[in-house]
């Protein structure tokens, strides 16, 4: 075998290494992508009733199967959008069965009831929420008269709520001083909220809230710590923004740095 043809058998033999490497890189880079998601908060609690299917090719995912209303199909998909590594991604979720027309009693009780399980303070309570041309009905049981006003504050802010009838009676069972709501307490010592997912709640409830919904906020997380840029018309609307993401699952500390228009 002459000098020349070593040579090149050489370089073949380093080039076929090359590429089987940068294959298999690839190939669980991918790997890794799909099991976060699917390992995601968001995706193991508010949709794991849904059916969807997670691919992901040279890291562009792609989302297929079927949610249950349009709120999961934008979760699923702001989740994603926040998970580090991902070149880009395409949501192909669909909504299974007839998606209720916008602002109908049907929507608007969809919305109003996931809303209100982002929140900490509101999520030991299972709250029924009924929709009546407009009108919210909240019915329940609180653990007191602060969490019971909580949710009806946070609800007469929900997009196309016209107005809250608060029903939810106060808990027989006095909570201890200083003890944590259940809420807490799944923040505190249950499972890890990943900054994905706490991204793809903040971004949700500030959308669905009218008094945040028109503004255009730049969210980032990073170890549980909420950053939000942006341009807010008044105070008042930065002060409200600063409320509602942190009182949002995962949320540790919130560093708004939105400025005054």
Known sequence: MSKTTYRLAVLATAASLFFVNVNAFASETDDRIESSIKQSYVFKTYLRGDDIKVKSTDSVVTLTGTVSDDSHRLLAEDTVASLPGIKNFDNKLEVKGDNPAQYSDMWLSIKVQSTLMFYRSLSATKIEVLATNGIITLRGEATSTAQKDLATEYTKDIEGVK???????????????????????????????????????????????????????????????????????????????????????????????????
């Open 163 to 261: 107005d809250v009838k608060n029903e939810m009676t106060l808990s027989p069972v006095v909570k201890k001083l200083g003890e944590k709501t259940l809420g807490h307490k799944i923040d505190v010592i249950g499972e890890v909220i990943d900054d994905a997912s706490i991204t793809a709640l903040v971004k949700t409830t500030l959308l669905y809230h009218r008094s945040t919904s028109a503004l255009k906020t730049i969210v980032e997380t990073k170890e549980g710590v909420v950053s939000l840029a942006g341009k807010a018309k008044n105070s008042a609307e930065k002060e409200l923004a600063t409320k509602f993401v942190s009182d949002v699952h995962g949320v540790k500390m919130v560093l708004n740095n939105m400025t005054i228009e």
